[in-house]
């Protein structure tokens, strides 16, 4: 995704997961779904995804990532903003992962 603008950068991750039919993602008005849960979104030239709260932490220490404006940090997750468009297949997939599975206890 290397030189792409952030809205084209957005599409062709859109399609890259979209063609994966194990991936039940689908795509809304506000963002990629899987499950009918947000999991990630564009926001102005960031990609904002919803990560397990240690893994959002590690990203922003490390400088990776930031805060999503107005991202909850909580014992589930936090929402973190993504500027640079090679992390964002990877920590899509993350957050993909995340929000998709089912809580520990409940059937998949």
Do not use: C, Y
Request: no cysteine; hydrophobic share 45%; glycine share 10%.
């Amino acid at each position: 995704m290397t030189d792409a603008s952030p809205t084209v950068a957005f599409d062709l991750l859109t399609t890259r997961l979209l063609d994966d039919p194990d991936d039940d993602v689908v795509v809304t008005e506000k963002g990629l779904n899987v499950h009918g849960k947000l999991f990630a979104f564009l926001d102005g030239d960031a990609l904002v995804v919803d990560l397990p709260a240690a893994r959002a932490l590690d990203l922003v220490d490390r400088g990776i990532a930031s805060p999503a404006s107005g991202g909850v940090v909580d014992a589930r997750g936090s929402w973190v903003a993504i500027g640079d468009v090679e992390d964002w297949q990877e920590l899509a997939s993350e957050a993909h992962q995340f929000v998709g599975e089912p809580p520990v206890g409940r059937d998949s």
